[in-house]
T-cell receptor
């Protein structure tokens, strides 16, 4: 059973460029989450999917951000027209659905984005 | 809305000494509480979780936490710290109502271990 996998681990981009990150969840998990963590802060919830449906989005997820999970397996997070304020660690997590005990979230190693 | 407060930004302990990291939460219903640990440049590893029942929960790596409803606290403890425990520790509260499923994290406590 492999854990949550994120790619790339690091991304350096210039302001105004688009970037896309990928997350592969634990294979039997039908829920997938995205969080953002800035320096010195705890992770902040961005959005989550149950299978291919995006069920909740945070107000942090501006119009420049879009997340997809087209086949209910891996997910992508795209940031368009990046800004320096987008520099952060983007964490992906996955879980089962159902009771709270099944919703334990397991995290990947994250993608660190630096916008120059 | 739920929130988590970790009052200590940075704690330094000597190897072999005991450790307690504080966590206070605000949540209107029965809280589901978690402690995660993050090593530099890494993701989050789950240390332990509380859903209901016994208020003292055991986790991995010798950690335990005690849920105190009257104090809205979920403090993390370890009797004897090892140098490898140096990391950032996050307390989180989970919300699972309707279609909602998310964790709200505190700002973290950075643990430094001196030899």
């Amino acid at each position: 059973d492999t854990g949550v996998s994120q790619d790339p681990r690091h991304k350096i981009t210039k302001r105004g460029q688009n970037v896309t990150f990928r997350c592969d969840p634990i294979s039997e998990h039908n829920r997938l989450y995205w969080y953002r963590q800035t320096l010195g802060q705890g992770p902040e919830f961005l959005t989550y999917f149950q299978n291919e449906a995006q069920l909740e989005k945070s107000r942090l997820l501006s119009d420049r951000f879009s997340a997809e999970r087209p086949k209910g397996s891996f997910s992508t997070l795209e940031i368009q027209r990046t800004e320096q304020g987008d520099s952060a660690m983007y964490l992906c997590a996955s879980s089962l659905s159902g009771t709270a005990r099944k919703n334990i979230q397991y995290f990947g190693a994250g993608t660190r984005l630096s916008v120059l | 809305a739920q929130s988590v407060t970790q009052p200590d930004i940075h704690i330094t302990v000597s190897e072999g000494a005991s450790l307690e990291l504080r966590c206070n939460y605000s949540y209107g219903a029965t809280p589901y509480l978690f402690w995660y640990v993050q090593s530099p440049g890494q993701g989050l590893q789950l240390l332990l979780k509380y859903f209901s029942g016994d208020t003292l929960v055991q986790g991995i790596k010798g950690f335990e936490a005690e849920f105190k409803r009257s104090q809205s606290s979920f403090n993390l403890r370890k009797p004897s710290v090892h140098w490898s425990d140096a990391a950032e520790y996050f307390c989180a509260v989970g919300r699972y109502t309707g279609t909602a499923s998310k964790l709200t994290f505190g700002t973290g406590t950075r643990l430094q271990v001196t030899l």
